[in-house]
T-cell receptor, first 114, second 110 residues
């Protein structure tokens, strides 16, 4: 595709519900990143993939957060038993090689937990 | 702790005026520094990327400067337009991560 695509754009979940957020990176991009952006804040790192390998997951806030990229292209960020503090915009970015190159962001998924 | 701090937090200017946004960072080791523009409800879009050895880089009306000795960067916007209204985020590349500042919210009024 022409850019990084994320779906859904908006998600409202009841507290305790599981959610899955999808990211379609730019075709051929090796690296994929997930970020969490709270209202009025800058994005914060969650996790990083190089192809299908999850090289860094140090930013995941708890074991309720899980990310995968099984075939090295599309990635899914799953949040189990959502809580209100999980409400944020979840941004996905991809780059052709490592983080030293240009990173292109999707429009994000705005998650609201009620 | 690796940090990126930006100032001012918010800024209001009139259309056609210039402005300068500041970024101070403590990230080390440092790979590169980027400025992103983020419109409301959209993902960040890269404006400039500078490596350790670069002092300045321009992209149209946007000019970024970098002083790696003092760990400071600035983004200068010339002849502002209404479409410049957005958040401007300073981002420092650290190993395999991007460390984001909290941004400067710029509003341009006619």
């Amino acid at each position: 595709g022409a850019g990084v695509s994320q779906s859904p754009r908006y998600k409202v979940a009841k507290r305790g519900q599981d959610v899955a957020l999808r990211c379609d990176p730019i075709s051929g991009h090796v690296s994929l990143f997930w970020y969490q952006q709270a209202l009025g804040q800058g994005p914060e790192f969650l996790t990083y993939f190089q192809n299908e390998a999850q090289l860094d997951k140090s930013g995941l806030p708890s074991d309720r957060f899980f990310a995968e990229r099984p075939e090295g292209s599309v990635s899914t960020l799953k949040i189990q038993r959502t809580q209100q503090e999980d409400s944020a915009v979840y941004l996905c970015a991809s780059s052709s090689t490592g983080i030293g190159t240009e990173a292109f962001f999707g429009q994000g998924t705005r998650l609201t937990v009620v | 702790k690796n940090q990126v701090e930006q100032s001012p937090q918010s800024l209001i200017i009139l259309e056609g005026k210039n402005c300068t946004l500041q970024c101070n960072y403590t990230v080390s080791p440092f790979s590169n520094l980027r400025w992103y523009k983020q419109d409301t409800g959209r993902g960040p879009v890269s404006l400039t990327i500078m490596t350790f050895s670069e002092n300045t880089k321009s992209n149209g009306r946007y000019t970024a400067t970098l002083d790696a000795d003092t760990k400071q960067s600035s983004l200068h916007i010339t002849a502002s337009q209404l479409s410049d209204s957005a958040s401007y985020i300073c981002v420092v590349s650290y190993t395999d991560k991007l460390i984001f500042g909290t941004g400067t919210r710029l509003q341009v009024f006619p």
